[in-house]
């Protein structure tokens, strides 16, 4: 059983950065994918970043690509996600999530953090 914790989120500005964390409190980290969605008030939860199982792979949504890194420490059991030059647009609560295979559908992840608010405004 894989147990996610999310932390990190909170008010930046435009321009700013911020660093997500995602904390697995089961003993099964080392074997899943894990990724980063998002969901913005009155939207569909997206697809935001992802990383496989070894952690050799990543993937990004074009939205983000160049400004966000998502990473994992095994020794940890921990994912990131590191976001730079924030944008308005950027505003949603942030789900990490473990699954057999990273990438953009939500439905190859089977375990969910609760969620993280990350607030982009001047």
């Known amino acids: 059983q894989v147990q996610l914790v999310e932390s990190g989120g909170g008010l930046v500005q435009p321009g700013g950065s911020l660093r997500l964390s995602c904390l697995d409190s089961?003993?099964?980290?080392?074997?899943?994918?894990m990724g980063w969605f998002r969901q913005a008030p009155g939207k569909e939860r997206e697809f935001v970043a992802a990383?496989?199982?070894?952690?050799?792979?990543?993937y990004y949504a074009d939205s983000v690509k160049g400004r966000f890194t998502i990473s994992r420490d095994f020794a940890k059991s921990m994912v990131y996600l590191q976001m730079n030059r924030l944008k308005a647009e950027d505003t949603a609560v942030y789900y990490c999530?473990?699954?057999?295979?990273?990438?953009?559908?939500?439905?190859?992840?089977?375990?969910w953090g609760q969620g993280t608010q990350v607030t982009v405004s001047s």
């Open positions: 990383i496989n199982w070894s952690g050799a792979n990543t």
């Open positions: 089961g003993r099964t980290f080392r074997s899943y994918a």
């Open positions: 999530a473990a699954g057999g295979r990273a990438g953009p559908p939500p439905n190859t992840y089977d375990y």
